[in-house]
């Protein structure tokens, strides 16, 4: 069975850095789409950053341009979202996810839950932003 495992959230003053990982088991990232989404409580479940199987581009939604970044560790088969000059409103439990079909979604979709076919998500991890 797929696997992915988040870890690395916590609670942080505003201002502060973390930095969330992704680990996967029985498969590995080469081929595949690989996105962080994030839930708040009563809100829909948005996407935040993913990077491309086909073009290897990132994309960022506009709220966290310029304060996250994400790298891939192909060694450690382990996605990085590096989280910096966190705000209260970043708070939210966040997702890993891919696309078992390779190539999907497709660009800046890779942004929208809704366009992965083939859908793996891991269990979440709850990151508190405090003002």
């Known amino acids: 069975e797929v696997m992915l495992v988040e870890s690395g959230g916590g609670s942080v003053q505003a201002g502060g850095s973390l930095r969330l990982s992704c680990t996967a088991s029985?498969?590995?990232?080469?081929?595949?789409?690989i996105g962080w989404f994030r839930q708040a409580p009563g809100k829909e479940r948005e996407g935040v950053a993913c990077?491309?199987?086909?073009?290897?581009?990132?994309y960022y939604t506009g709220a966290v341009k310029g304060r996250f970044t994400m790298s891939v560790d192909s060694g450690e088969n382990t996605v990085y979202l590096h989280m910096n000059n966190l705000r209260p409103e970043d708070t939210a439990v966040y997702y890993c996810?891919?696309?078992?079909?390779?190539?999907?979604?497709?660009?800046?979709?890779?942004?929208?839950?809704?366009?992965?076919?083939?859908?793996?998500w891991g269990q979440g991890t709850q990151v508190t932003v405090h003002s």
């Open positions: 996810a891919t696309d078992g079909t390779p190539g999907s979604p497709w660009g800046p979709l890779c942004l929208d839950a809704a366009s992965y076919v083939d859908a793996y």
């Open positions: 029985r498969f590995t990232f080469d081929d595949l789409t």
């Open positions: 990077i491309t199987s086909n073009d290897g581009r990132e």
